[in-house]
């Protein structure tokens, strides 16, 4: 009897023993139940995150059409009125006064992304596969850093400091160059033309397609590129067969990001370009362009009600821009993944 009940003893404090089982941090762990949960619980936080981030884009749209919609329905004298205002009496339809300034931004943001786009490439790949150890982290940190600086810092340098400083730089360009339509004369004095505005935002895009790439570079395989150097591959062979096939698609998405970033600068544009309204190639002249965000900010205090209409009507060309810019971006990054 003593002996029969001994066993059932001992496996009762093995059931115990089981369904108590600690943890090494001393808490007890819970059965198949508790992990279901939980996976349900983060399941409805990453769903609720992604339906609130399409109510804060639908809630956004919304804003801009219903704020927009006076522009459009309102009286068409005070319409006529209003942008004959905003535009200083060089336009007098809706489209007329957009268009230019959809063309100063498309215009400005991708003469900044040509200007800053190599370079960012070089830097990134400096920074992964040639800089020493320590040398590579102080420029990840000084990259990470100018990323981080506000707009108005790089539109004061650019007001203070490049625009009197590149004027004779500009002039040199005119003179050698100025039988391209692109760079003919007259240069503006100082020097608030297109090509200065290009070039700051240039410099504002910078880091942040550097960084991104960089860590895109990083990311890359190291068994492959071991392999490519084993086969006898220079470095640079080595990079070009594994590493920028690898980040193509990051690279696309770097260069994206750094272009929806230049189209909506406005503080940059603002504080060097004079405004202008007309569809000319003209990168050294003054006051041949303006970009919509900082035709925004500059009309927007004194504009009256029907004004305000038309430069949220104007923001709204800006957003759908910005979303088509994205969806490209999508689209290319996808297919070059594939």
Not at 82 to 111: C, E, H, K, N
Request: charged share 15%; with cysteine; proline share 5%.
């Amino acid at each position: 009897m003593g002996d029969t009940e001994k066993p059932m003893k001992d496996d009762a404090e093995a059931g115990e023993r089981t369904t108590g089982e600690q943890s090494p941090a001393g808490q007890t762990q819970g059965g198949p139940h508790s992990g279901a949960r939980a996976d349900r619980i983060f399941r409805l936080c990453a769903r609720g995150a992604g339906i609130l981030i399409l109510l804060v884009l639908a809630a956004v749209t919304l804003f801009l059409i219903i704020k927009a919609f006076p522009a459009f329905i309102g009286d068409g004298e005070q319409r006529t009125k209003a942008i004959d205002s905003l535009s200083g009496g060089r336009a007098s339809g809706f489209w007329q006064y957009v268009g230019p300034l959809v063309f100063g931004t498309v215009l400005i943001a991708g003469l900044a992304l040509l200007m800053a786009f190599p370079v960012a490439v070089g830097i990134a790949l400096f920074i992964s596969h040639y800089a020493p150890a320590k040398l590579s982290t102080v420029l990840s940190y000084v990259v990470d850093l100018l990323a981080a600086i506000p707009s108005v810092v790089y539109g004061l340098w650019g007001a203070l400091v490049l625009v009197p400083g590149i004027t004779g730089f500009w002039g040199w360009v005119a003179n050698h160059l100025g039988w391209i339509p692109l760079f003919a004369g007259p240069v503006a004095a100082p020097a608030r033309s297109v090509a200065t505005v290009a070039l700051v935002l240039a410099v504002m895009i910078l880091p942040i397609i550097t960084s991104v790439t960089r860590d895109i570079f990083l990311q890359a395989p190291r068994l492959q590129q071991e392999a490519a150097l084993a086969l006898g591959a220079t470095k640079w062979e080595m990079i070009r067969l594994a590493v920028l096939p690898f980040g193509r698609s990051g690279i696309i998405s770097a260069s994206m990001l750094g272009l929806g970033r230049a189209l909506g600068e406005t503080m940059a544009v603002l504080m060097i370009l004079s405004p202008g309204f007309s569809y000319a190639l003209r990168l050294l002249r003054p006051s041949t362009s303006q970009t919509i965000a900082a035709n925004i900010a500059s009309q927007f205090p004194e504009a009256d009600s029907i004004g305000v209409s038309l430069l949220v009507a104007t923001g709204l060309v800006l957003f759908v821009i910005t979303f088509l810019v994205n969806y490209l971006a999508r689209r290319i990054t996808s297919k070059a993944g594939e």
